[in-house]
């Protein structure tokens, strides 16, 4: 298994881990005075700080790959552009 495809891989477990944080969030906001402990309330950071790194990483990928020449519409000799007069 290649790096992009473990990083692809990490990115959907962590969003999973992410959005569970955050239902845990507001389901302790329902109960009690609406102020759930502080390890709550900041534990989707760490979820969120991994999402923006590997999601900033999977975006930029199409970019900076080898095989890009590969993917780019090829000319032929006749579609060269006429010279400006």
């Known amino acids: ?11 959907r477990w962590v969003s999973i881990a ?5 239902i845990a969030n ?3 906001m329902t109960q009690g005075n609406g ?3 502080p390890w709550i309330t900041y534990a989707p950071l760490l979820p ?3 999402l923006l790194f590997t999601g900033l990483y ?5 970019y900076f790959s080898r ?3 590969r ?15």
């Open 1 to 11: 298994m290649n790096t992009s495809t473990w990083i692809r891989r990490f990115h």
């Open 18 to 22: 992410f959005t569970l944080t955050v």
């Open 26 to 28: 507001f389901a302790a």
């Open 35 to 37: 102020h759930p402990p």
């Open 48 to 50: 969120l700080a991994l």
């Open 58 to 62: 999977l975006f930029a990928l199409p």
């Open 67 to 69: 095989d890009r020449t």
């Open 71 to 85: 993917h780019s519409p090829q000319r032929s000799v006749g579609d060269q552009e006429a010279p400006l007069a």
